[in-house]
């Protein structure tokens, strides 16, 4: 049986690519909203919160009944902060302010939207099942590896994998990448190896279409055209 499991959303002010982007509206909704709704209706997350450094955001998120207990410093809130760095920080803020030390924790970046309350739990049902240190979601490649190139510094092109190695490829179909959606992780192990992977993780697959990350303006109108389409 699953214990105690915090839901956290990490949703930093400093977007770069596409500002604002967590608040930024889809379907007239604040993007980061869709993620909310899929914590909060999960059977498993007992507490659930936001993770950022910006007010706007936390708002936001508090409108649409998420907790921003308290706002991340700006010094995890830089460009080359580190997720890690950042779950450690809430952990600790959590056990200083409460006392309280969730088993386990399951990060779900807001740009995700067409992850929902069904792929949290069947990700954390799978962390149980297999006494699992994590689990991570992931999807299959839509391209083939063996066609990747490499341009060099005088401008031309070359495979970047080998011939032999790119054979392999074109046989091997167990070839996944992470999604960003889910990061379900139990808390002692994230606080003493310092990361989402060991030998004891497993993927939770999901489709190429609800693995849309949204980062770009045209991730927001595949992620828009996509919904549509759901609707319909």
């Known amino acids: ?39 909060k209706l999960s059977k498993h997350i007992n507490r659930y919160m936001i993770s950022t450094d910006d007010q706007e955001i936390a708002q936001v998120a508090i409108a649409a009944g998420a907790d921003v207990p308290f706002l991340r410093p700006s010094h995890l809130a830089e460009d080359h902060s580190t997720t890690i760095d950042v779950c450690l920080h809430v952990l600790n803020e959590y056990q200083i302010r409460e006392g309280y030390d969730p088993d386990i924790i399951v990060l779900l970046q ?3 939207p067409l992850r929902t309350e069904k792929h949290i739990d069947e990700a954390l049902n799978l962390l149980e099942q297999k006494n699992a240190d994590s689990v991570i979601s992931v999807c299959p490649i839509e391209y083939s590896l063996h066609s990747i190139m490499n341009m060099k510094q005088e401008g031309t092109i070359t495979p970047y994998f080998p011939n032999s190695i790119s054979k392999q490829f074109e046989t091997n179909i167990n070839v996944f990448r992470p999604n960003g959606a889910i990061y379900a992780v139990k808390t002692n192990y994230l606080k003493t190896k310092k990361s989402f992977y060991s030998e004891k993780t497993y993927p939770y697959i999901m489709s190429p279409s609800q693995s849309i990350d949204i980062d770009t303006e045209l991730d927001f109108q595949i992620a828009s055209f996509l919904m549509g389409k759901e609707n319909n």
């Open 1 to 39: 049986m699953l214990n105690t499991v915090l839901g956290i959303t990490l949703a930093r002010g400093g977007s770069k690519r596409l500002p604002h982007k967590n608040i930024k509206k889809l379907h007239s909704i604040p993007l980061i909203e869709y993620t909310i709704k899929a914590a």
């Open 110 to 112: 807001p740009t995700s």
